[in-house]
């Protein structure tokens, strides 16, 4: 099946910081790349859509100068954390269609952001 | 709004029973049907998908169960087994969805004990 990548896996950082996560599809290129933010027992809430080469489209309520997407090219999209405060900590995990079809989606292991 | 209501939001089955998870939604313009299983910590996996015109689909142990006119879709796991113990979430995306997003429903945690 389909690979999804997050890196990194774990991420602690201080107050004020900004925090990269990357997203890769391993052995498919995908056209679009989703961004999702999960809380402890809850279901996943979609941040961002994002397509290669062009602005990610966020979600209502998401600030866009806080969450940084770039989706530079077919395999790899980026999440950046900006300012990051202790009220971001939370399990981002990023999805991509598997580019034969748009409905599929799958869904990199997630990465969690504790910020101190 | 939820597009996808899911239920039970927890569930106890005894190894070797059924374990039946419900989900329906409202947007008829929904043309697929997936469900996912995560493991915490973990992202969520793709487990087994349906589209509208079949009314059943299975894979293994595991079998969705569609019905449009309801517009209601279960995902029943055959002979449960305590590595079922996951997080199930189901989800429908289509024509009326914004760029091919899923929309999911809060989920169910099923434990399946030995």
């Known amino acids: 099946g389909a690979v999804v990548s997050q890196h990194p896996s774990r991420v602690i950082c201080k107050s004020g910081t900004s925090v990269k996560i990357e997203c890769r599809s391993l052995d498919f290129q995908a056209t679009t790349m989703f961004w999702y933010r999960q809380f402890p027992k809850q279901s996943l809430m979609l941040m961002a859509t994002?397509?290669?080469?062009?602005?990610?489209?966020?979600e209502q309520g998401v600030e866009k100068d806080k969450f940084l997407i770039n989706h530079a090219s077919l395999t790899l999209s980026t999440l950046t954390v900006t300012s990051a405060h202790p009220e971001d900590s939370s399990f981002y995990i990023c999805s991509a269609d598997a580019g034969v079809s748009t409905d599929t989606q799958y869904f990199g292991p997630g990465t969690r952001l504790t910020v101190l | 709004q939820q597009q996808v209501k899911q239920s039970p939001q927890s569930l106890i089955v005894q190894k070797g029973g059924i374990s039946i998870i419900n989900c329906a939604y409202e947007n008829t313009a929904f043309d697929y049907f997936p469900w996912y299983q995560q493991f915490p910590g973990k992202g969520p996996a793709l487990l087994i998908a349906?589209?509208?015109?079949?009314s059943e689909k299975k894979e293994g142990r595991f079998t969705i169960s569609f019905n449009k006119s309801a517009k209601q879709f279960s995902l029943h796991i055959m002979d449960s087994q305590p590595g079922d113990s996951a997080t199930y979430f189901c989800?429908?995306?289509?024509?009326?969805?914004?760029?091919?997003?899923?929309?999911f429903g809060r989920g169910t945690q099923l434990t399946v004990w030995p």
């Open positions: 989800a429908a995306s289509g024509m009326g969805s914004t760029l091919g997003r899923l929309y």
């Open positions: 994002s397509n290669e080469g062009s602005k990610a489209t966020y």
């Open positions: 349906i589209r509208p015109d079949v």
